[in-house]
């Protein structure tokens, strides 16, 4: 039997679930949700809240959403990694996580995450509406069901996985009682646009752990120079124009338009030293400029909307 069989029935051993509860599990848990991007998806939640209430805003339905959805993102964060146990033990980047590495029992985890999904949809359903309940669950759907297993079969699968990494906003807008309107389209549409450089940078960083695990993350194992960085610079370029939008839907104000522009500017330059020199140094800093360009851009949207009612 080979090491990776070995180590792969090891986490499927119950001991992991029999251990008591204590600071090290509850870390397992925590990381089990992984934590920085669910922060930042609600994040986008809140803010997503905040544009498609605007006037009408207040705390209480907020901290709903927040829970409801929050709970269906711990689930598919979970279950993700569930499907993915055998390929996270094959990459450096994700052998450490609490599944792979045999903390936490695929049992426990499958009990988890299915829980969590169901009573945070219910949650949603019963506290905020049935249209964010039914949203959340197809996001659920798509992220867990149709994305994560077409990473082993087809790099568009990058593509599927960037429409439930462009809900959270809407999701947030949703809750708001805001309807899927021209408005609530532009945010998608920013959010699904500013994924590609994020990543495709990623992707071309671990390209070799990607391939060693068999996961199709980039169009080729081995892609031509030059390739990801010109994917790279024509969707910061495409995501220039789509980031004005929201002027144009009477979303935002020109302040917010001058500070997406700035930004679309710095996201393309990026993507453009990305091009001319495909170095992990250049790759980091593309992945750092995308983590700052879409929280100050959701925030100035967000800040500019509420100086419309003011
Ligand atoms: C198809 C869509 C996406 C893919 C494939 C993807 C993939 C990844 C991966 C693999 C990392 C880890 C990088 C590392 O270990 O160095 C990462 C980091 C990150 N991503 Fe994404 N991501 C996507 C969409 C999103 C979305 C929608 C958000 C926010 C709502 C987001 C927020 C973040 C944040 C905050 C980090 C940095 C923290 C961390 O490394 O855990 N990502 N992304
Ligand atoms: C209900 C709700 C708000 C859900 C969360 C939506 C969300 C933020 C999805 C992230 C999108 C995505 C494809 C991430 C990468 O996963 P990956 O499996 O490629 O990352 P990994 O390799 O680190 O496991």
Known sequence: MSTTQQSYIAVEEPKAAARPISLARLADYLELTKPRISTMALI???????????????????????FGIGLVA?????LNQLLEIKSDQLMPRTTGR???????SVSE?????IL???????????MVNLLTAFLSMLTLVLYVVVYTPLKRCTSFCTTIGAIPGA?????????????????SFSIFAIMFLWQFPHFLA????????????????????????????????????????????????????????????????????FSIRF??????????ELIWCSLIYLPVLLITLTWDRLQLFN
């Open 44 to 66: 986008s939640v809140a803010l997503g809240y905040t544009l498609g209430s605007a006037h009408s805003w207040s705390l209480l339905p907020l901290i709903h959403a927040l």
């Open 74 to 78: 711990v689930g598919c964060n979970s």
């Open 98 to 104: 609490p599944l792979p590495s045999g903390r936490l």
């Open 109 to 113: 985890v499958l009990v988890f995450g």
């Open 116 to 126: 969590c999904a169901l009573i945070g949809i219910f949650y949603l359903a019963l």
């Open 167 to 183: 809900m959270p906003p809407i999701l947030g807008w949703t809750a708001a009682g805001g309807n899927l309107n021209t408005a």
């Open 202 to 269: 990623i992707a071309w960083l671990y390209r070799h752990q990607y391939h060693q695990a068999g996961l199709k993350m980039l169009p080729a194992a081995d892609p031509r120079p030059r390739m990801i960085g010109w994917m790279c610079v024509i969707y910061a370029t495409l995501l220039i124009p789509v980031s004005l939008l929201p002027q144009y839907v009477s979303l935002a104000g020109s302040v917010y338009s001058g500070v997406a522009l700035v930004l679309g500017i710095a996201y393309l330059i």
């Open 275 to 284: 091009l001319g020199n495909e170095t992990r140094k250049t790759a980091r």
